[in-house]
């Protein structure tokens, strides 16, 4: 029997286990995910609350964890269909407003409270803003350190040549301007102006992100400096362009393909951050500027530098997160589809 607390974020799905049946052995939430890539119970328990009939095959999920020492709060494993991520932003802010709501951490009388967690990539903070009744009206997702890796890496895929940057933020994105791709080969009702990254193009657009990736795969760019753990591409973000609103902001809509082949209903946490590390590098988001990042479903997420750092920014990410249920899993040991199934 195991008890969750789903959340989404923009429109992502988030399940919380706050009390996992099974020991997540490591010292720290970085060797807690590495013991668990290698299989163990807890690989078992993220099947099944992952894969059908529990899951679905974009689901998103954390078990809580101790913090790696007196500075966080707790930590979290964080999982999804493939395995377990280094990061997730939208897990983030899913997690602080978790911890407030539920009493983990003590809603502060100004009206921010800051929870601290401890993820494999490090050490990150949601800023949980709650109106005078104590419910949340936004999340600060404030970022492990970020920086763009590389740009213009030519990557050849079934539709031509794709030129890609690579942007860390707590893990490594391939960011595409969807523009690259020839219109002609998507539905040609999406093709009307308003932009690619749309829901008549999905399909299209995982296949071009499951190549991208694989293209990447050989890359030295992809191997991280200082943890071999960290090192791979994640994810590739296709964006749309729009410019700047008539506020002063940059507008971009992305659609994220992560792990192998799954969708981020929003706009992507660590991959906000990641592209907002891309867009100052060169530039383009210039200080004090803020982006407003779209999914592919029309939710967004506002994002800024916090803070110029030696290589790289420390990145800000606002959203909003909503509970949405409180659910029991059970297993049936005549049953068996256990620990169940994935259909794409």
């Avoid at 807690?32 to 099947?47: F, K, N, Q, T, Y």
């Amino acid at each position: 029997m195991c008890t969750s607390v789903d959340f989404h974020t923009a429109g992502e799905p988030f399940r919380i286990v706050a009390d996992p049946p099974v020991a997540i052995p490591g010292s720290s939430v970085a060797e807690a995910r590495e013991r668990a890539v290698a299989g163990s119970a807890v690989d078992d328990l993220r099947r099944l609350l992952c894969f059908e009939p529990r899951g679905h095959a974009d689901m998103y999920g954390g078990f809580i964890t101790a913090a790696d020492d007196d500075g966080a709060d707790f930590g979290v494993l964080f999982w999804h269909k493939d395995g377990f991520s280094t990061a997730c932003g939208h897990g983030t802010m899913a997690l602080g407003a978790w911890a407030v709501t539920s009493g983990i951490v003590a809603v502060d009388p100004s009206g921010t409270t800051e929870v601290t967690i401890d993820v494999p990539s490090g050490r990150v903070h949601a800023q949980v803003h709650t109106d005078p009744q104590g419910r949340t009206t936004s999340v600060d997702f404030v970022n492990v350190p970020s920086r763009l890796v590389a740009s213009g890496i030519p990557v050849p895929t079934s539709w031509g040549p794709v030129s890609v940057d690579l942007a860390w933020g707590g893990a490594l994105y391939a960011l595409v301007d969807v523009a690259q791709l020839d219109a002609v080969q998507f539905d040609d009702a999406a093709v009307d102006g308003s932009g690619l990254v749309v829901p008549e193009n999905l399909t299209a657009l995982i296949a071009v992100g499951r190549e991208v990736k694989a293209g990447l795969a050989e890359n030295p760019h992809i191997v991280h400096p200082e943890d071999e753990r960290l090192s791979g591409v994640y994810g590739t973000i296709f964006v749309d362009r729009f410019g700047n609103l008539p506020t002063g902001e940059l507008h971009q809509r992305n659609v994220t393909i992560f792990a192998d082949g799954q969708v981020d209903r929003s706009p992507c946490g660590s991959g906000t951050a990641a592209r907002a590390a891309a867009l100052h590098a060169t530039g383009e988001l210039r200080p004090g500027q803020s982006l407003i990042h779209e999914s592919i479903v029309g939710t967004r997420f506002r994002a800024s530098v916090l803070e110029e750092i030696a290589d790289g920014v420390i990145p800000i990410v606002t959203g909003s997160a909503h509970r949405v249920a409180t659910s029991t899993f059970e297993t049936d040991p005549l049953d068996e589809l256990v620990p169940g199934f994935v259909l794409r």
